[in-house]
């Protein structure tokens, strides 16, 4: 089956520093892949839609300027989360659509821990 | 505005117990619905994918319906069990293609 592969599983960094957060297709392309953030106890919002060789779509309220999205292959793309503040520690998860099967099923992550101290 | 509800926020039944899920929604302009379960500080795991086409999907012990003209969707969990605890979230594709989560409904069954 369709595997997603996120990288790191977690990750401490301090205040003002920038952390990237990697998002691999394993065993198919994926044309679009989906960056969410999780607050504790709280369901997962989508922050952007990023396809391959083009910009991201941001939703409404994500600086686009402080998550940076890069989309540079059919199999990876990376978010990155620039000057880092303690109000941007959450859990990170990125999805994939697995362009084989008509874009039917979506792909998760094992998502990312991320805590800014 | 598509808007996704699920009931019960928590749910605490003992082991062994039959129970149900919902989630409701209130467009009923979807692709396609999605169960998932998320364990403490981990990913997603997809339980069912129902297309809009179809009415209910089975895997194991889970049967999941889909009714798009009441925006409602059901999770059967039948004999649960201790390792069914988790937080299961239900999840639309939309006509925009866009997944939207549900709040999820937190399980704890009871030894």
């Not at chain 1, 990288?7 to 065993?27: A, M």
């Not at chain 1, 099923?105 to 998760?108: A, I, K, L, R, S």
């Not at chain 2, 704890?108 to 030894?111: A, R």
């Given at each position: 089956?369709?595997?997603?592969?996120?990288?790191?599983?977690?990750?401490?960094?301090?205040?003002?520093?920038?952390?990237?957060?990697?998002?691999?297709?394993?065993?198919?392309?994926?044309?679009?892949?989906?960056?969410?953030?999780?607050?504790p106890?709280?369901?997962?919002?989508?922050?952007?839609?990023?396809?391959?060789?083009?910009?991201?779509?941001y939703?409404?309220?994500?600086?686009?300027?402080?998550?940076?999205?890069?989309?540079?292959?059919?199999?990876?793309?990376t978010?990155?989360?620039?000057?880092?503040?303690?109000?941007?520690?959450?859990?990170?998860?990125?999805?994939?659509?697995?362009?084989?099967?008509?874009g039917y099923?979506?792909?998760?992550g094992?998502?990312?821990r991320?805590?800014?101290? | 505005k598509?808007?996704?509800?699920?009931?019960?926020?928590?749910?605490?039944?003992?082991?062994?117990?039959?129970?149900?899920?919902?989630?409701?929604?209130?467009?009923?302009?979807?692709?396609?619905?999605?169960?998932?379960?998320q364990?403490p500080?981990?990913?997603?795991?997809?339980?069912?994918?129902?297309?809009?086409?179809?009415?209910?999907?089975?895997?194991?012990?889970?049967?999941?319906?889909?009714?798009?003209?009441?925006?409602?969707s059901?999770?059967?969990?039948?004999?649960?069990?201790?390792?069914?605890?988790?937080?299961?979230?239900c999840?639309?594709k939309?006509?925009?293609?866009?997944?939207?989560?549900?709040?999820?409904?937190?399980l704890?069954?009871?030894?």
């Open positions: 089956g369709a595997v997603v592969s996120q990288h790191p599983s977690w990750v401490i960094c301090k205040s003002g520093t920038s952390v990237k957060i990697e998002c691999r297709s394993l065993d198919f392309q994926a044309t679009t892949m989906f960056w969410y953030r999780q607050f106890k709280q369901s997962l919002m989508l922050m952007a839609t990023s396809n391959e060789g083009s910009k991201a779509t939703e409404q309220g994500v600086e686009k300027d402080k998550f940076l999205i890069n989309h540079a292959s059919l199999t990876l793309s978010l990155t989360v620039t000057s880092a503040h303690p109000e941007d520690s959450s859990f990170y998860i990125c999805s994939a659509r697995d362009r084989s099967r008509g099923g979506y792909t998760f094992s998502g990312t991320l805590t800014v101290v | 598509q808007e996704v509800t699920q009931i019960p926020a928590a749910l605490s039944v003992p082991e062994g117990e039959n129970l149900v899920l919902n989630c409701s929604f209130t467009d009923s302009a979807i692709y396609n619905l999605q169960w998932f379960r364990d500080g981990k990913g997603l795991t997809s339980l069912l994918l129902i297309q809009s086409s179809q009415r209910e999907q089975t895997s194991g012990r889970l049967n999941a319906s889909l009714d798009k003209s009441s925006g409602r059901t999770l059967y969990i039948a004999a649960s069990q201790p390792g069914d605890s988790a937080t299961y979230l999840a639309l939309t006509s925009y293609d866009k997944v939207i989560f549900g709040p999820g409904t937190s704890s069954v009871i030894p």
